[in-house]
């Protein structure tokens, strides 16, 4: 049987016993995710891979207390997200990058399109200060609204797996992520640029 039709269960027990092989899979299986996760923490590629490949040689040091009542990538994401705020509280940096704010269904904060490059230079700095204006609406909310929202924005996780990262309820994250949209929406619609206001 192919490596791609074995599950996860039967991988870790075969890394247990050894063979380098079934983890390497583990890491192949899963290395996207955890990456996007450590950059939704982090913001640097640089600092992402390095929280990336921390979490997995935690992971593989940490094979036997792998008890299967979450799945593999769900205590994979865990360890990451882990290691990513230890990370961040050591350098003290906070992500600087641009962040897509689209529309998520049911979360009433609708998709703000950016000007492409053939646009007018009066489209293309509106778009830019728009663009900075959601960067700074992002950095302002509380940590915890923020970390739920940016790791919901990656499309990269169910609630139930950023619950299990963040350590707190499904609901709760749903309501951090609905009030993260909210406050944005509603300092951008405060905020005096020349620009249509965001819909309610």
């Known amino acids: ?29 899963h290395q996207h995710a955890v990456v996007r996760a450590a950059m939704s923490a982090v913001g640097s590629a640089a600092d ?42 050591k350098a003290r940096r906070w992500l600087e990058r641009f962040v897509r704010v689209e529309n998520d269904e049911g ?44 790791l919901a924005q990656t499309g990269e996780y169910s609630y139930d797996e950023m619950g299990a990262m963040l350590k707190t309820k499904t609901g709760t994250i749903k309501w951090r992520v609905s009030e993260a949209r909210r406050l944005i929406k509603e300092r951008l619609n405060r905020e005096p640029v020349n620009r249509e206001p965001v819909n309610q």
Request: hydrophobic share 45%; glycine share 4%; net charge neutral.
């Open 1 to 29: 049987m192919s490596k791609s039709h074995v599950n996860d269960a039967d991988l870790v027990a075969r890394a247990r016993e050894g063979d380098q092989a079934a983890f390497e899979e583990l890491v192949r299986r």
């Open 48 to 89: 992402a891979d390095d929280v990336a490949q921390e979490a997995f040689l935690l992971a593989y040091q940490r094979l036997h207390s792998f008890r299967g009542e979450a799945s593999f990538k769900t205590w994979m994401l865990t360890i990451t997200w882990n290691q990513a705020m230890n990370h961040r509280r």
């Open 107 to 150: 979360s009433g904060f609708e998709s703000i399109q950016f000007a492409a490059a053939g646009g007018t230079p009066e489209d293309l700095a509106a778009h830019a200060q728009l663009r900075d204006e959601i960067r700074r609406a992002i950095r302002a909310l509380p940590e915890k609204l923020r970390d739920a929202l940016l």
